[in-house]
């Protein structure tokens, strides 16, 4: 049996340059007023491109050390200085390559050449369910103010309503256990951290500008971080009754949420 074929990513940032390697690195440069060499892979799609200024091999010995691939796509956010929006590039490492120990980082790889390939969507950076990750974030502003009118409609029925949730979700730990240590065991750690700020961030400030007060917006909040989760996750949270019902915990299906897509 053939082994499937390795794809090597890059994440770059919204312009199609490559970040630093090592972001609190690239910080402390910049604060020196030292400029950071980097590449546009946007620029170089089809060519071989040589590093600008390698560094020693494998040691993080300046900021942009070399060209950082990733093998498992949800992890390539960990390591992106402003987060999301990124672009993504799939590359053929060339030449001689590293890593920094199979043990450490199985999914990482380095070189000091690259072939750029072709853009991919960018989706990908949260992993292969990154798609409905985005689908959910996207409808977060509308779904946090018609959770916010729920709130403001009944607010001592909707107080107990999340109040069953909310414990039900401490007392079983699906977000800071199921979501988390799957999300480990899937590589999609960076994508779980990141859709989490993103669902964290959009949820407040759309719950926040449709008036809600401080109570609503706490609820507001988890709840929209743990619909991302369960959207994520959803293919790693599914073997028996149990899982199944920490999956709808996430997707918060008893709080009659709408229908995302699941597939």
Known sequence: MSKRPV??????RPDGTVPPTTPHLGDYYSAQGETIPTVNLADHIGQVVDHPSPGQKWYTDQPFSYFHMYTRPGEILDRIEDGWPVRLFTVEPLGETGNWGADFAPYWLMSHQIRVLEEAEPWRAFGHRGAQVLAAIAQLPDLARQWAAQWEADPEGTRRTYAAWNERVTDTHALDWWAHYRAQYSRRAAGLETADQLAD??????ATDAGADTEAVTVIRLRARCLVAGQLLHDRIRNGDYEKSIRALLLGT??????????
Do not use: F, G, N, R
């Open 254 to 263: 008893q709080l009659d949420s709408p229908q995302l897509v699941t597939a």
């Open 7 to 12: 794809t090597h990513y890059i994440a770059t």
């Open 201 to 206: 961030t959009t949820s407040t400030q759309a």
